[in-house]
């Protein structure tokens, strides 16, 4: 079981900032800004290769929770970024999108 599946079945703790029965968001372990989440789909979907139409919508859902996600943190602005593959920065191999706010960023990613 990934790191993240032990997050979502209770195993390991976490900050939770949001749940339900879809998916979830804690704060990360080691924030890169002020408000730094990570939002996971509830299933196993090991990354953006393995997005599907039998799975498709976890990720839709994700970004229509990520506006209230974002303002229960008291963001309105705010970088929204996925890594798809160990080239990438893809450490959890778990789908999730890391919610990044709180502090001025410029227009490079990288």
Known sequence: MCIF???IAGNIPS???YED???LAFKDINPVAPVHIIIVPQVHIECANDINAE????VSYIFEKIPEIAKSQ??????VI????????????HLHFHLVGG????????
């Open 5 to 7: 599946c032990e997050i």
């Open 15 to 17: 900050t939770k900032v």
């Open 21 to 23: 029965e879809n998916i």
């Open 55 to 58: 799975n498709s919508k976890y």
């Open 74 to 79: 008291g963001i309105y602005s705010y970088r």
């Open 82 to 93: 996925n890594n798809c593959g160990e080239d990438a920065g893809q450490t959890v191999k």
């Open 103 to 110: 502090v001025q960023m410029g227009e490079k990613i990288i």
